[in-house]
Nanobody, 115 residues
């Protein structure tokens, strides 16, 4: 079955960095676009970044463009999100996502940006 497992969340001070990883299994990873979403308290879930199967094409939300970098390792079936210059408004649960027919979500990892 499809599994997505995020890791790397935690508490960081404003201006700091974190790197999230998502380990995927149960599907043909190399053929799928992968995405990171986030959901802050009392807000709707929003797309953060997306990466094409080859890793060549990437897209970012305006709010994170220039600060976050998405990447993937097709051999290891992982997708990562490098988050730099973090702000308090980046505080959220971050989810790994893939869609092929159905939608699949990981359980999420909490990122808290606070001094």
């Amino acid at each position: 079955q499809v599994q997505l497992v995020e890791s790397g969340g935690g508490l960081v001070q404003p201006g700091g960095s974190l790197r999230l990883s998502c380990a995927a299994s149960g599907f043909s990873f190399i053929t799928q676009t992968m995405s990171w979403y986030r959901q802050a308290p009392e807000k709707e879930r929003e797309l953060v970044a997306r990466i094409s199967p080859s890793g060549v094409t990437k897209a970012y939300a305006n709010s994170v463009n220039g600060r976050f970098t998405i990447s993937r390792d097709n051999a290891k079936k992982t997708v990562s999100l490098q988050m730099d210059s973090l702000k308090p408004e980046d505080t959220a649960v971050y989810y790994c996502y893939v869609q092929f027919g159905n939608e699949y979500w990981g359980p999420g990892t909490q990122v808290t940006v606070s001094s």
